[in-house]
């Protein structure tokens, strides 16, 4: 049990809805969500195909503790294949959309082809219907939720859907659940909107049932008891890291140019919580998703007299607000030290469906373009678009959501606008995706981890944070990194958060979870079979899909220009040594594909 | 001497009563070590941090021979990861 074991297959193309029966021996060996989504995304379309078209398929996929009693049990994945990167995409989100999902009878929710005009998904249990979307396409997920939510008049109903940038295939859009939580890398809302599908409405009544549910509600009470470091969480949120990677040297500045930013106490913990010069507070409370017991999130509100939101009443209210990556994307990237400036830039990547991320990676790619002269105004409708730029950055980022003026070339994301204007070197990226809020040369660990991501540049493929803070030598960091990409993908996969394991609990909590909740032995040796077969499917999907060795490398900046400060100060990452230990631990040869031997041992042969 | 520490982080929650929202003075002999400099902070000993001391890291095995001077920056780290 913990699963459905059934999932919900849409072809937009027919307008039919099907319900099917999981298929029992992949959920046995995949688990859940990021697993068990790519595990049907493999079998199901050609890698090969343009993520764009009617062939690429995109599947919200719960896990089997979504939606249980177990503490952040409130997860779910979008897999398919990016817009943005051409590599398999698994964008994970929170909230509480996840949670319906599953208690409306599904673990999977797998949607194919494309429809002939606009419609939304409204789910109630087994009564599945596709509706005219005529009257919310053009509408913000804002707008599309409340004008659902008045229509449907239950206030448990959940949504998750895509705003203009999604709707015009800005390459970084996202899905957003609840408002302002995201399935938010690689372009995931890109794919619904190019299959005209503009939200998913769903109701679940049906409940979820764990395999023996006495000893799994002892379990979940005796994991809890071990979460000891959660009120740190709660409190501060994610971004306490401000300061730690500011101290550290590995904070990425004004487009990875620094791994200081002078700013960086204008956008921490301590400036969120305190009053500015007008009396105002940025942050209001902290907010949790489905389920979970810490409340990282981040309620926030901009200040009214700030110039972004002036005479703008409908931005005055608190929502979803600054995060430790969208603190730097938002913030120390593109060298904005504007707490609400960059609050505002946050709301609209909700509000239009983007990824903060790339939004602000690329952003800072434009702005080191405008620094060397690329571009300039005539390319950029007039905006002045300067590091530490706080209006730049306000007009470009609603620019981008509406698809307009120059923000329809920042919607490409930057590996693509940096060629376009003859500076590919200039993109923060992997895989074309940009880089999360870590410097590879001060933590080396995390420059393997993102050279190697499967979906791109992403700081939650892997664990080499504790390594990487205490040592830049490089010994020791390519088993850590192919271990806990491992590791990782078994959690992802089980429908729970990463966070708790910042928190107090270990692989072992997870695991005992897991083993209590589904059918047969879950055990650690089959717990990390399981993880290892996951990131090869994965590997195996961007093989077919045309990516290779080539693909595994960082920009030019990271190999070559020395980090200015910090721990790291005068090193480069040296991926090329760690690479080749790399593929070798992972049983993959010197062009980093698995061996026989290793998709034997894995039975994906 | 006073000196200045920062602790960021979750850390600061083991700062010493009166402190503002990240930083105390540490009271602390001429000539002291880290180490003796370390031991005044009611950091559990089973919470892990780094050292920065005038935005360099300093090893652990150093901190028995590291001597503060009065300038110094010091600021301690708790290893936490995510974003």
Redesign the interface.
Same mark, same amino acid.
């Given at each position: 049990m913990a699963w459905q074991k059934q999932i919900l297959r849409v072809n937009l193309t027919t307008g039919s809805c099907n319900i099917e029966p999981l298929n029992m021996e992949w959920a046995e060996s995949y688990l859940g969500s990021r697993g068990l989504g790519s595990k049907y995304l493999y079998e199901e379309m050609d890698p090969a195909a343009d993520a764009l078209s009617a062939e690429n398929k995109i599947i919200f996929a719960t896990g089997p503790l979504t939606g249980t009693m177990a503490s952040t049990g409130g997860r779910y994945t979008v897999v398919t294949k990016g817009a943005l990167t051409g590599a398999i995409a698994c964008s994970n989100s929170g909230g509480k959309f996840g949670a319906e999902l599953k208690m409306a009878g599904y673990d999977l929710l797998i949607i194919e082809g494309v429809s002939e005009k606009p419609v939304y998904l409204h789910i109630e249990d087994d009564k599945v219907e596709l509706c005219d979307a005529g009257e919310i396409w053009g509408k913000t997920v804002w707008e599309t939720e409340d004008l659902l939510a008045q229509k449907y008049r239950d206030p448990l109903m959940r949504f998750a859907g895509i705003g203009q940038a999604g709707e015009s295939l800005c390459r970084f859009a996202c899905v957003v659940n609840d408002k302002h939580r995201a399935a938010g890398r690689s372009g995931v809302g890109a794919v619904m909107g190019s299959k005209n599908l503009k939200t998913i409405a769903v109701r679940g009544t049906i409940g979820v049932r764990a395999k023996d549910p006495k000893a799994f509600y002892k379990i979940v009470n005796e994991v809890n008891a071990r979460m000891t470091?959660r009120?740190?969480?709660a409190r501060?949120g994610?971004i306490?890291?401000v300061?730690?990677t500011n101290?550290?040297?590995s904070l990425p500045t004004n487009n990875n140019r620094s791994v200081?930013f002078e700013g960086a106490n204008k956008l921490n913990?301590?400036a969120m919580?305190?009053p500015n010069e007008n009396g105002h507070t940025n942050i209001v409370t902290n907010g949790a998703c489905f389920g979970c017991t810490i409340g990282c999130g981040r309620i926030c509100k901009i200040d009214p007299t700030h110039f972004s939101v002036k005479d703008r009443p409908e931005y005055h209210g608190a929502s979803g607000g600054l995060?430790?990556?969208t603190a730097?994307a938002l913030g120390s990237a593109c060298g904005v030290d504007d707490i609400d400036a960059a609050t505002f830039a946050g709301f609209l990547c909700n509000e239009y469906g983007m990824d903060p991320i790339s939004l602000g990676g690329t952003i800072a790619a434009a702005m080191e373009l405008y620094d060397i002269g690329a571009i300039d105004d005539s390319t950029t409708g007039g905006i002045k678009l300067e590091f530490g730029s706080a209006q730049a950055l306000c007009q470009i980022a609603e620019l981008t959501g509406k698809g307009e003026g120059f923000g329809a070339d920042i919607a490409m994301g930057s590996k693509r606008l940096c060629e376009k204007y003859g500076h590919p070197d200039l993109s923060m990226s992997v895989k074309g995706q940009e880089f999360?809020?870590?410097d590879g040369r001060s933590m080396q660990g995390m420059g393997l981890a993102y050279a190697t991501s499967n979906r791109g540049a992403c700081?939650?493929r892997a664990?080499p944070?504790?390594h990487d803070?205490?040592t830049t030598e490089i010994e020791g960091k390519a088993k850590i990194v192919a271990e806990s990409q491992r590791d990782v993908a078994f959690l992802d996969s089980s429908g729970l958060c990463?966070?708790p394991?910042?928190c107090g609990w270990g692989l072992e909590d997870y695991r005992t979870l897991v083993d209590a909740a589904c059918e047969s032995d879950w055990n650690e040796a089959r717990m990390a079979e399981t993880g290892e077969r996951i990131w090869v499917l994965e590997k195996l999907f961007n093989l077919k899909a045309g990516l290779s060795k080539k693909d595994d490398t960082l920009p030019k900046r990271i190999l070559e220009e020395p980090a200015d400060?910090?721990?790291g100060k005068g090193l480069v990452c040296r991926l090329d040594e760690m690479l080749p230990e790399y593929y070798q631990i992972n049983g993959w040869d010197a062009e980093g594909v698995p061996t026989e031997e290793t998709l034997k041992r894995l039975n994906l042969n | 001497m006073d000196i200045s520490v920062t602790l960021?982080?979750?850390l600061r929650?083991f700062l010493p009563a009166g402190s503002s929202?990240?930083k105390c003075t540490i009271k602390i002999d001429d000539e002291s070590r880290l180490e003796a400099l370390l031991e005044q902070l009611p950091i559990p000993a089973e919470k %892990?941090y780094?050292v920065?001391i005038n935005?360099?890291?300093v090893s652990r095995e150093d901190y028995a021979d590291i001597t503060i001077n009065s300038d110094d920056t010091i600021?301690l780290?708790?290893?936490? %990861?995510?974003?």
């Open positions: 470091d009120d740190e969480m501060d994610t306490a890291m300061d730690v101290g550290f040297g200081r913990a301590e919580h305190s995060e430790y990556e730097y999360a809020a870590y700081h939650l664990d944070y504790g803070f205490e990463l966070f394991g910042g400060v910090g721990a | 960021f982080g979750g929650h929202f990240n %892990k780094i920065i935005d360099e890291k600021v780290l708790p290893p936490i %990861k995510g974003g």
